[in-house]
């Protein structure tokens, strides 16, 4: 594996936001997610639950929901608006007032023809859906309160709105109400105290089912307006509710962190007669559960702490597998920090700011597994907060540390970097390229002469950097015309070589000297999570969603005998069976047989001289290895060197004195952060 110094980081304080809502589109099985800071994310749930695209959030805009229509994506929050994203640009595509106070939800008919929305002043409202913008139709019956949760019935023709102490069953035609349910307090609760119903769901044969924040699931007739069925769930309260496409299973979110299913089944083994049954509790969060959706053999749910869990239901699993173990997401798979490999500078991504700091020095001999001691501690030496409400969506330091650069989703800036002594002064470069308005991504070239910014439309900017210039030098496009944002952005280190990855799997090279497209990589069907060139060979290593590894010759254009082989042989089972995506890549500059990644779990040396692991191989980290006896430790000698003594990590980078930078977060200082979950009786307590 090879020894290296290592600069083990823990200053980095990233703070995930928590997640305030979640919509899954069946037809194309993505999932997105709103969190609390305003930024929205994709996950091709098809794809390893890989997050396709981020869309930066915003100061004050807080969204509250979010609905699918075919491919188009809606939110609604407290402003009051409804805004729908381009997915392509990754921003606003257009935005509209809906006047009526703050919107708590919005859910699409079943035709995707029309949106409805509940409003802080006891309105429903009707939106057309247009091809390219929505408009508003009509208003249904208002009554005073507002409105928390909607479901259109299955033929379009009915809405059931969840308010305060009631839930209201309209007719969408005459926009009249046809029944009115009330909704009983909790026991014990305040005469003055409302009962919020957070979520309905409308199911075909004409049954409500709402949960409210006395703590219940009800069942309700909307035939008779009559209540069924009533289920104490929680003392607290009932956030969400999410209905299986078949409508036999039912999930509900609580403030307890736990998510319950509920199952339409006989409760008496041979009649016909049906009820619905609470079957299952499961607890996979510390804090409140606010959105959930169930899948065809998952359940998803996020909240309060942050992290995204989807859990397999194991009887639509017959064998065990991948896809039966249960996943949670916990840290972006992009990555947040940007290393300067020259100056030893590492640059740390927060939504409104940025930090740089200068790592520490050590002193004495190094001796294996132990620390040395500290000659100089690491130093901040810069925080750069950002200008207007707009979040940080990308942001790089050269390799030499004196550029850093940040963009918004509306404009970009680049600065120069002045070191003298232990000082440091910071100019901002006022006249830019016009054509850098924005960028979706940022790279350095290794000498610190170029910048490359990855704008709309897959297209990239190249501009050339000098003390006292900034000059645009050329556009390039892709060949294919694709318009998916570009995620991935990657120079070789003799700077003959550009290479982007975008949101169509897509992976484009560039010539550099020429200014042409030199060839573009055979499409894989996973999206790319990670990807370098070698920088003796100048062979591009690109990791997939799925945990592939290919490695493509840029000047034969096609696949190295090496990747060849790992394509015919297969990569190890636990190596597959990872559920977290390689998030970079890099290597070792003393022996160009190492390409060293890592994910959140590990960081790996894969040495390309050594025989791949065959299905029999043990799959050792190294302390494990370290363990074995000589012979037996030979016996287990392959490619594949894991190290898992650092985690979870943010960043594993190569230094330009040989050394590797390790950037940890520690899941239990992010969890130390958060509020105080609702108080709960434990046994003996």
Known sequence: MGEFKVHRVGFFDYMPSGIRTIAFNRQTERIAVARMDGSVEIFKLSDNLFQEKVIPGKEQRGIEALCWVGERLFSAGLSGEIMEFDLHSLRPKFIIDAYGGPIWTITANPAGTHLAVGCEDGTVKLFEVLEDRIQFERNLDRKKGRVMSLSWHPSGTRIAAGMMDMIRVFDVQTGHVLHRLLVDKAVGAPRNQECVVWSVVFLSDNTVISGDSSGRVKVWDTITGTLIKNHDVTKWDVL????????TSLVAGTSEGTVVQFQFLSSVLGQEDKEWVRTRTFKNHTHDVRSVAEVESAIISGGMDTQLVVRPLLEKHEVKSQASALRKVQFPHRRLVSCAKKAQLLLFQYPSHLDLWRLGEGEGEAVPGHRLPVRRNPEKLLQLKTKGEEHVCCSAVSPCGGWLAYSTSSSLRLYKLHYENNNISITKVSKLPKVLRSAQQLCFSADSTHLFAASTRSTIHMVSLSPDTCKHKHTFKPKTGSTQPIHLLTVSEDGQWLATANSDCEIHIYSLSSLKSHCTVPVYRSGVSAMAIHPTTNNLVMTHADQQVFEFSIEQKQYTDWSRKVQREGLHRKWMERDTPITNVTFNPRNPTHIILHDMYMFCVIDQSLPLPNRQSQF??????????????????????????????????????????????????????????????????
């Open 240 to 247: 969400a509710l999410s209905l299986s496409q078949d409508e």
């Open 620 to 685: 050792y980290n190294q302390l494990t290895l370290k363990s074995l006896p000589e012979q037996e430790r030979q016996m287990h000698c392959h490619a594949f060197k894991v190290c898992k003594l650092f985690q979870p990590l943010l960043c594993v980078d190569m230094l330009e004195d040989d050394s590797l930078v390790v950037v940890e977060r520690s899941l239990l200082d992010i969890t130390a952060q958060l509020p105080a979950p609702v108080k709960q009786k434990k046994f003996a307590t």
